[in-house]
T-cell receptor, first 114, second 108 residues
Framework: DVKVTQSSRYLVKRTGEKVFLECVQD?????MFWYRQDPGLGLRLIYF???????EKGDIPEGYSVSREKKERFSLILESASTNQTSMYLC?????????????FGSGTRLTVV | QKEVEQNSGPLSVPEGAIASLNCTYS??????FFWYRQYSGKSPELIMSIYSNGDKEDGRFTAQLNKASQYVSLLIRDSQPSDSATYLC????????WGAGTKLIIKP
């Protein structure tokens, strides 16, 4: 069964900390995505990657960066965590970038910044 | 204008009835459409995809696509309390474009 694994289910960090959220997929997908989801705002795309070492900004990249050194791993980095980055973070991967076959999501990381 | 529109709900349906969820979109060039189900606190899971005009059935679920009118629907027959969730509609573009979701509540 295809799988997207996010390293942490719940995370509590302090304001100003550097935070790493890890995502690993075992489907040999080239496309990977990071979203955040907040009540009433739906899924908002932060960054995505169509290939190793390649990244593109999504709709809300400010305050975030990403790293994709290997095909199976896509990391989201909060350079200096702030309370407004408290959210559910969802990683997804897809066989085809435009989404023709849909996306597979990880189980999510609920991040709280205090 | 949002590219994918859904009524946020909540939509309340009695157990055993048909739940009808609707989604409209603004880009006539969209090729593929998806319905995802998301339980509270969980991640979205794909339940239906549809590519051609008409109906596509999978068990109790039927997806309906009308490209001329730019809407896609999801019907859930014999609704069960376990169907209570938020349903997200998405269409293909440069990436998937998501609606904000409709919260469905099935009342026993």
């Amino acid at each position: 069964d295809v799988k997207v694994t996010q390293s942490s289910r719940y995370l509590v960090k302090r304001t100003g900390e550097k935070v790493f959220l890890e995502c690993v997929q075992d489907m040999d997908h080239e496309n990977m995505f990071w979203y955040r989801q907040d009540p009433g705002l739906g899924l908002r795309l932060i960054y995505f990657s169509y290939d190793v070492k390649m990244k593109e900004k999504g709709d809300i990249p400010e305050g975030y960066s990403v790293s994709r050194e290997k095909k199976e791993r896509f990391s989201l980095i909060l350079e200096s965590a702030s309370t407004n980055q408290t959210s559910m973070y969802l990683c997804a991967s897809s066989l085809e970038g435009r989404g023709a076959y849909g996306y597979t999501f990880g189980s999510g990381t609920r991040l709280t910044v205090v | 204008q949002k590219e994918v529109e859904q009524n946020s709900g909540p939509l309340s349906v009695p157990e055993g009835a048909i739940a009808s969820l609707n989604c409209t979109y603004s880009d006539r060039g969209s090729q593929s459409f998806f319905w995802y189900r998301q339980y509270s606190g969980k991640s979205p899971e794909l339940i239906m995809s549809i590519y051609s005009n008409g109906d596509k059935e999978d068990g109790r679920f039927t997806a309906q696509l009308n490209k001329a009118s730019q809407y896609v629907s999801l019907l859930i027959r014999d609704s069960q309390p376990s169907d209570s969730a938020t349903y997200l509609c998405a269409r293909t573009a440069y990436q998937l474009i998501w609606g904000a979701g409709t919260k469905l509540i099935i009342k026993p």
